[in-house]
């Protein structure tokens, strides 16, 4: 299982960027995805998740509204739309699945919020 992001950046308070978690060594599309984030000094916390099939999604209280995650089944790829960023937003970024019970994480995309 290879899990690789890509997409973070430097952006201003009020920017956008989107993320993108590219999937191979399992069937993707079968399994769910989860994006989390850490700053520093801070724990890993859970951002964002999407279901298999893309029906279903779920996002962490501050984020909600200003971010939204999908998945593209063909491409085996799975999006963190980010927009209104705030300095708050400031983490390295990890997608993350669990097929048959394992966890696998990405090697993370750092996002700076700043002017």
């Known amino acids: 299982v290879q899990l690789v992001e890509s997409g973070g950046g430097l952006v201003q308070p009020g920017g956008s960027l989107r993320l993108s978690c590219a999937a191979s060594?399992?069937?993707?599309?079968?399994?769910?995805m989860k994006w989390y984030r850490q700053a520093p000094g801070k724990e890993r916390e859970f951002v964002a998740s999407?279901?298999?099939?893309?029906?279903?999604?779920n996002y962490l209280d501050s984020v909600k509204g200003r971010f939204t995650i999908s998945r593209d089944n063909v491409r085996n790829t799975v999006y963190l739309q980010m927009n209104n960023l705030k300095p708050e937003d400031t983490a390295v970024y990890y997608c993350?699945?669990?097929?048959?019970?394992?966890?696998?994480w990405g090697q993370g995309t750092q996002v700076t919020v700043s002017s």
């Open positions: 993350k699945t669990t097929p048959n019970g394992r966890a696998y």
């Open positions: 999407i279901n298999s099939d893309g029906s279903i999604t």
């Open positions: 060594g399992f069937t993707f599309s079968s399994y769910g």
